[in-house]
């Protein structure tokens, strides 16, 4: 190969773009200062000075046109090429391109070329010829993408799934002669039959006329697709018959849901897919507020990353775009576009200009004898230090999230007799399971409609005892169904169930005389929207929970969460998540997403195609208003205990927490005298209320904006409907209301604090202690109570999660391949299998009763289950982004059957923190306590052998470096931790604590977690393993530096994490 001229000659360390020229540096007036002038600055602007280095370089040719070469996505991909130390690049300029001959065109060591309109195909194959460079993509086979035919032709011949098709090919000069027979609704082509509707191509690709013929019985006519122009890529015609000149192939249509998915190789392991709207569909371009088209975020199933592999092989075109349909259950290629890139995909142009210049290097460096370390094939082998310090491959990872943050829930009951609600209730079915839940709009107007005919019969003074229902619940009824002037599940839902005997007394309620006879229970609920706030928290945590998985070598050494989206990318990320049917918990989910996978854009289109409802057999939803008998009885004895007008007395605290939960301990001393707490709490709110009346009248606030567009009237209405409520008539109060009380104080004191309403924090702290009594309780008082509710809820949940586990064991039990021989074998390969479940917090609640009374392992003989679960029985409030994870690894150098293969590990963070911290809030032991290498005494040590005392939470709790501040602080942004890099092998950075460090950090979730202030390497190397509260070392493009983020935005979350393991543990036997 001939040495390239001065463009390989840059300056190490200093990588630039050079527009080239031919050998003779005297060819003609634009190369007479240098050949090697820089005449692209736009993309790199450049001080020092250009010494001929002693190393090689390899330079990297492109050859295209210019609109191509200079595109935005080539420009920033190359920007990223250059900074690999030994590569230059070299863009021919178009001129020389189409007028210079090919042994005039610059020198290079790798080409990429590629076909466009105008472009000497014929000239770029010559050249390779005479100078043999590494091709990125093969020339010879771009003759074939640029024909339709060839390239079914060569689909078909891989055994890829394309619609079924027949080529027309006329004869130009004898158009009439060929074998096409159209029918009113039907052609027939070479004797194959294609009815209405079909579609139409152009046999040369570069022709993008495709029609599309409509049947009759839907009206006839053709789309006709075309480049996109402006805002239309398809317009209607009425014409039905085909075209009779040029040749065609004819396809069936296929039935897609209005989608296109576009697909993007970066060799044959990697593919970024994303959709946009079909351009059949309407024609009319989707475009952001930017004017770029919408694309939306896709996960390409096992068999589709299995196509994309045989298209990027077969073509032979290391970067490749093609299009899939999916259609039937099936996924169809329907065009191979060769050389393409994904637009506004920061994500996408790290990983595309990454996995370029490793096979750049990979090629070239031996023969250049340029010293680089190949990386292997290991970077994509999840081997991570579990919590003993053991190196073991992570297969599994499920996640049970609890929403986030969101408005106040309101909830209002009543039990109505009018037969217009037996009526409605026999309409959508609620005899057959005795209850029903209406979401629809049409079913809430019903609904509303049947309100309005009873008040209306009330106003007319009719003393009619038929109309039982209550007027002042028939208002709230109308008045809550009439709220933002249209129906939307999200915002509001009615459920019915049917009460054969009518509603039963509780020993809290009103002695009055009920009628006999079965009733129905109308429950209105509202409210609980996810805020943006929410939603906040949700994408940080998703974009933090990254650093669970392993990866980010090399150049990304140091960014964390790039393992995730290495591994997600290629192909090697089986990731599914679930969401029950509630709102908020779907866009928490969403939220989460993007934030893990470093998507963009809206939350909708993510939510539509990556989301699944789970609310198929009470997997995440639960009604809650179907109560268990054992909850009925748990609820009724909550009522009695706390209707005691004296001080709680040592039978109290048997009674009510026989657990002894030191959390539920504390706030029942907190809280000494129930009823008198509760004389507090009602005189708070009347002076709470009585403010926002006097807010009312001020006309200067009359018009005042709350957070999440509420008004001064809504919240009035929130706390005049709590205050009616709570006391009853019989001057007792209802505990029930208790969790509302104080759900909506604590929405006020962080969302609405800028009103400034007195008392407010006197009311936070009396009902949080109160609600730290009553809601853990209300899901069992003693172990047996809290199991048995714990099944009622989320029995299919355990069940579900068992198989996930049960199914990575057996998903390669036979002929297992250790993932470095299986690259390059006919299979997607083995993954990490993530589900993530988002759910609200009485699943929480119940899965962690599971785990804590449900045998697992003996408190009294492992010491390290002990210290979990008094963390556990220390946290008081599972707060929005409460997160339970489970982590499968597994160990192949161990035998199958051994009790060793497998290890499992439970982690849990309490979620973000409230709105002051406590002085005794709970300390988790950190992420990965046992795997890092110690520096200073406070951070815990654990391990099987060794029992060291970790020290009590007190000893940890007085760390001062790490300590959160409380809310009411501003947010200040520490400076960035520094990283240590030692050498760049391994996969995973472990965070220990140091007492001399003076460096803080900024954490996300910063609240029980002791997490690191500075970074320190542990065996296998090079990355952050923070989980919750992450420390942040820069991010990578593709995800916004959260120190920068925290800056803007001034938000502030906590998150804690805990984890345990132990050898002995029953669920880490071979087949967990």
Request: charged share 25%.
């Amino acid at each position: 190969m001939s040495e390239p001229v001065s463009p390989g000659e840059s300056q190490r360390g200093a990588p630039r773009f050079f527009v080239g020229c031919g050998d003779d540096e005297s060819e003609g007036p634009e190369d007479m200062d240098d050949c090697s002038m820089r005449t692209d600055m736009e993309l790199y602007e450049d001080d020092e000075d250009t010494d001929s280095p002693p190393e090689r370089q390899i330079v990297v040719g492109i050859c295209s046109m210019t609109k191509k070469s200079k595109s935005k996505p080539m420009t920033q991909i190359l920007e990223r090429l250059c900074r690999f130390e030994y590569i230059t690049v070299v863009i021919f300029p178009e001129d020389v391109i189409l007028n210079e001959p090919v042994d005039k065109w610059p020198l290079c060591d790798c080409l990429i070329s590629f076909h466009s309109k105008g472009f000497p195909l014929d000239k770029a194959v010559s050249y390779a010829k005479l100078r043999n460079p590494l091709l990125i993509n093969d020339l010879n086979t771009q003759y074939y993408i640029q024909d339709r035919r060839e390239v079914y032709r060569i689909l078909q011949q891989e055994g890829i799934d394309l619609p079924r098709y027949a080529v027309l090919n006329r004869d130009p000069d004898k158009p009439e002669e060929c074998n096409l027979v159209e029918g009113e609704d039907h052609v027939e082509v070479n004797g194959e039959v294609f009815p209405k509707p079909f579609v139409e191509k152009p046999v040369c690709a570069e022709d993008h006329n495709v029609y599309i013929y409509y049947p009759t019985s839907a009206g006839g006519g053709s789309q006709r697709l075309f480049r996109k122009i402006g805002s239309r890529s398809s317009v209607y015609s009425p014409e039905s018959n085909v075209r009779k000149t040029g040749s065609y192939i004819y396809e069936e249509f296929m039935p897609t849901d209005g989608t296109d998915v576009k697909v993007y190789t970066v060799g044959p392991d990697y593919a970024h897919a994303e959709a946009r709207k079909s351009p059949a569909l309407d024609g009319k371009v989707e475009r952001d507020s930017e004017g770029k088209e919408i694309r939306y975020p896709v996960m390409l199933t096992a068999m589709e990353k299995l196509v994309a592999r045989k298209v990027c092989l077969a073509f032979k075109q290391t970067v490749c775009g093609f299009d899939l349909l999916r259609a039937n259950g099936h996924s169809y290629v329907c065009d191979v576009n060769g050389f393409s890139f994904v637009k506004n995909s920061m994500k996408y142009y790290d990983d595309c200009a990454k996995i370029l210049g490793n096979i750049v290097m990979r090629e070239l460096a031996p023969q250049f004898h340029i010293p680089w370390s190949i990386p292997t094939e290991a970077e994509d082998i999840p081997i991570v230090p579990t919590t003993s310090g053991t190196m073991m491959e992570l297969r599994c990872v499920i996640a049970i999230i609890r929403h986030g943050d969101r408005t106040p829930k309101q909830k209002m009951k009543m039990e109505v007799r009018n037969p217009m609600f037996f009526d409605l209730f026999e309409k959508y079915g609620g005899y057959k399971t005795g209850k029903l839940k209406l979401k629809k709009p049409k079913q809430l107007q019903e609904v509303l409609d049947i309100a309005r005919q009873l008040l209306l019969e009330l106003g007319d003074g009719r003393e009619d005892c038929e109309i039982e229902e209550k007027k002042s619940k028939l208002e709230q009824l109308k008045t809550v169904l009439e709220m933002y002037g249209h129906f939307s599940g999200i915002n509001r839902k009615v459920q019915i169930t049917y009460l054969p005997h009518g509603q039963p007394k509780t020993s809290s309620e009103e002695e009055d005389t009920r009628k006999e006879g079965p009733s129905l229970l109308l429950v209105l609920k509202w409210g609980g929207e996810l805020t943006p706030a929410g939603r906040v928290q949700a994408e940080e945590l998703g974009r933090a929970f990254r650093c669970m998985y392993p990866g980010g070598q090399g150049d990304y050494a140091g960014f964390p969460g790039c393992g995730l989206l290495r591994l997600h990318s290629t192909y090697r990320h089986d990731l599914k998540i679930y969401a029950s049917d509630e709102g908020r918990v779907q866009m928490t989910a969403a939220a989460f997403a993007k934030g893990l996978l470093a998507l963009e854009g809206e939350l909708t289109p993510i939510l539509v195609q990556m989301v699944k409802s789970a609310n198929m057999n009470g997997l995440l939803d639960n009604d809650s208003d179907s109560l268990s008998s054992c909850q009925h009885r748990v609820k009724a004895r909550l009522h009695e205990i706390m209707q005691k007008n004296m001080d709680f007395t040592e039978e109290d605290f048997d009674r009510l927490a026989p657990t002894c939960a030191s959390s539920l301990v504390n706030s029942m001393k907190i809280v000494e005298n129930p009823v008198t707490t509760c004389d507090q709490v009602y005189t708070l709110i009347q002076s709470l209320t009585s403010q926002i009346r006097k807010r009312l009248e001020d006309p200067k606030s009359a018009d005042l904006q709350l957070y999440h567009s509420e008004s001064l009237e809504l919240m009035l209405q929130r706390w005049s409907k709590l205050e009616r409520d709570f006391r009853m008539k019989s001057g007792r109060y209802d505990i029930s209301k208790i969790p509302d009380i104080y759900d909506c104080v604590k929405y006020d004191v962080q969302h609405n604090a800028t009103l400034g309403l007195e008392d407010t924090l006197d009311l936070f702290r009396l009902s949080r202690a109160l609600a730290d009594i009553i809601i853990p309780q209300e899901y069992g008082i003693n172990k047996v109570e809290k199991l048995d509710i714990a099944y009622a809820y989320c029995l299919p949940l355990v069940k579900k999660i068992q198989l996930d586990l049960q199914r990575t064991h057996e998903d390669e039990s036979v002929n297992k391949l250790h993932p470095l021989y299986s690259r390059g074998v006919m299979s997607p390969g083995r993954h990490v299998r993530t589900r993530l479940y988002f759910t609200s917090e009485s699943h929480v609640h119940s899965l962690l009763s599971i785990f804590r009374y449900g045998g697992l392992l003996d408190e009294e003989k492992d010491q390290q289950w002990k210290r979990a679960m008094d963390y556990l029985s220390a946290v008081s409030e599972l707060n929005y982004m409460t997160q339970i994870v489970i982590m499968l690894y597994e160990d192949n150098n161990k035998d199958p059957s051994s009790e060793e293969r497998f290890h499992v590990e439970l982690h849990f963070s309490p979620g973000v923190k409230g709105c002051e911290e406590e002085e005794n809030a709970p300390m988790g032991f950190g992420f990965r306590p046992a795997s890092a290498e110690s520096v200073g005494p406070s951070f815990p040590v654990q391990n099987d052998q060794k029992q060291t005392d970790p020290g009590s939470l007190e000893d940890l709790s007085r760390d001062e470096l790490d300590r959160a501040a409380p809310l009411s602080e501003p947010l200040g942004v520490h400076r960035r931790s520094p990283l240590i890099r030692n050498r760049k092998t391994g996969s995973m950075e472990v965070l220990s604590e140091t007492s001399s460090s003076k460096t803080g950090s900024y954490r996300l979730f910063p609240s029980c977690s002791r997490q690191s202030p500075e970074m320190k390497q542990s065996g296998l190397g090079s990355q952050c393993a923070g989980l919750f509260s992450t420390t942040v070392l820069g991010g990578s493009s593709s995800a916004p530096n959260l120190q920068d983020y925290a800056r803007t935005h001034r938000k502030k979350f906590s998150s804690g994490s805990l984890s345990y393991k132990d050898a002995a543990s029953p669920i880490q036997s071979a087949s967990p």
